[in-house]
């Protein structure tokens, strides 16, 4: 069995093509320069270009080889946080656009899909099930609401029934169905971003982590062998921030999330869970999170930690979450497992900032980045072509520092973690 790093994971041996960039050397000049390879960077330096700009972008490792390859897979309209509350946070118009937002972000991926040929094995239909009884009151009000109040008719009700005849478990008591949700192969839409990127004229360079930056009316950014001197400076770098921008770090927490891909299953049992091939999602606090890959594995995401490090068995880890729902498939082999780093917020709200008049941040997407990412993306070449107010949409959405600041956030969010993750297990 393979596991730990994410070369060894299943999105990376199924990469449907091999990109390589050269590493930053020398000193270099250009209108934009990104930090971070991942959806929201390559989402901007596409955009950028498309209008016109010489965008340079730095990424540490590899594009894609972060959280934007490693994750679910799932886009899906709506945000963490429910309308109804983001109305009396922020107000009913302000609400209404985030949400009209959320919807657009599904469908640019769509649409930069379609536009680029990415061949990514899209799939529609995004269920979110119900995990207790307890929870199918919420689902049936959040679906009432989208459709009475949102005018919102790509979702509907489904009884315990009718989840258990499309999963073919009795696991579940109910779910919502989002029939222009969707679901990638997330490493091969980034990879796809990024050959689309570069056959646009972005300079991408791979294996040049940034050291040192300095604001002001020219940024300048330093990697171990180069500098990069530029009009507008955009960070893309989420989970994997680190030190690198404190102001911003204050904003996220760093966490860990892991995923299993079984050996291809067997014709009988493939075709009686997931016949419909949905992704799915359940409504505990720390999510499970399934599907089923093109080549007919099933994908498993379940288990976080609040560490630096990955468990050592990360398919014992996520595995005991997958047989409480499949015991069928006790026996089944694990063929991948991996894990990745994402950013939360404490609202669970993206973190949207403009911070001088050149400087630009989005993080903080909390599980939604696939489709949220690559939105913030186009909203950052919104703003540096000079038309922010889609992007302060965003912004203007309050974002509390962590208690602590990042020295001291890690104790209180683990507390916290372990409190729900007790109260999804036993309440």
């Known amino acids: 069995m393979k596991n730990q790093g994410f070369e060894a994971s299943y999105y990376a041996n199924t990469a449907n093509q091999s990109i390589r ?39 540490a490792h590899r594009v894609g080889s972060g959280a934007s390859g490693r994750n679910g897979g799932q886009l899906c309209q709506g945000h963490n946080m429910g309308h109804a509350e983001l109305s009396k946070k922020v107000g009913k118009q302000h609400a209404d656009l985030l949400w009209e937002m959320s919807v657009e972000s599904v469908e640019l991926v769509k649409h930069l899909i379609q536009q680029h040929q990415i061949d990514c094995d899209l799939k529609a239909g995004v269920l979110h099930v119900a995990a207790k009884n307890s929870h199918v009151e919420d689902i049936q009000q959040a679906v009432d ?37 969707a679901h990638i192969h997330p490493y091969n839409f980034a990879l796809g971003l990024a050959k689309a990127a570069h056959e646009n004229g972005v300079q991408l360079f791979e294996q040049s982590d ?10 300048r950014v330093k990697t171990p062998k180069g500098t990069v001197k530029a009009n507008y400076l955009l960070f893309a770098c989420n ?35 997931n016949p419909k091939d949905y992704a799915i999602a359940d409504s505990k606090f720390v999510v499970n999170y399934f599907r089923l890959s093109a080549d007919k594995r099933l994908l498993w995401g379940g288990g976080e930690n609040y560490r630096s490090r990955f468990p050592k068995d990360i398919a014992s880890f996520v595995k005991k979450h997958m047989l ?27 973190y949207f900032a403009h911070q001088e008049k050149n400087v630009f941040i989005a993080q903080g997407y909390s599980g939604h980045g696939v489709a949220l990412a690559t939105l913030a993306g186009k909203l950052m070449a919104e703003a540096v072509s000079g038309t922010a107010e889609r992007f302060n949409v965003f912004s203007n959405v309050p974002c509390a520092n962590f208690p602590g600041g990042t020295l001291l956030r890690w104790p209180g969010l683990v507390a916290g973690m372990l409190y729900y993750s007790l109260r999804d297990r036993f309440s």
């Open 21 to 59: 960039f050269p590493s930053l050397k020398g000193d270099h000049e250009t209108d934009v320069c990104i930090i971070g390879g991942g959806y929201t960077g390559l989402s901007a330096a596409l955009h950028l270009s498309e209008k016109g700009y010489r965008v340079t972008l730095l990424e």
């Open 145 to 181: 609401y989208k459709r009475n109040t949102l005018g919102y008719q790509k979702v509907q009700y489904l009884t315990k029934q009718d989840v258990s005849e499309a999963l073919g478990t009795p696991h579940f008591h109910g779910g919502e169905l989002y029939e222009d949700g």
């Open 210 to 219: 940034v050291i040192h930056y300095q604001s002001g009316d020219q940024p």
């Open 239 to 273: 989970g994997y921030l680190d030190k690198l921008h404190p102001q911003a770090a204050k904003k996220i927490m760093p966490i860990n999330n892991f995923i299993l891909a079984t050996e291809p299953l067997p014709e009988a049992i493939y075709n009686k869970i």
């Open 324 to 350: 409480e729902v499949y015991p069928e498939l006790t026996h089944t082999k694990i063929d991948f497992s991996w894990g990745g780093t994402l950013a939360i917020t404490l609202n669970r709200m993206p």
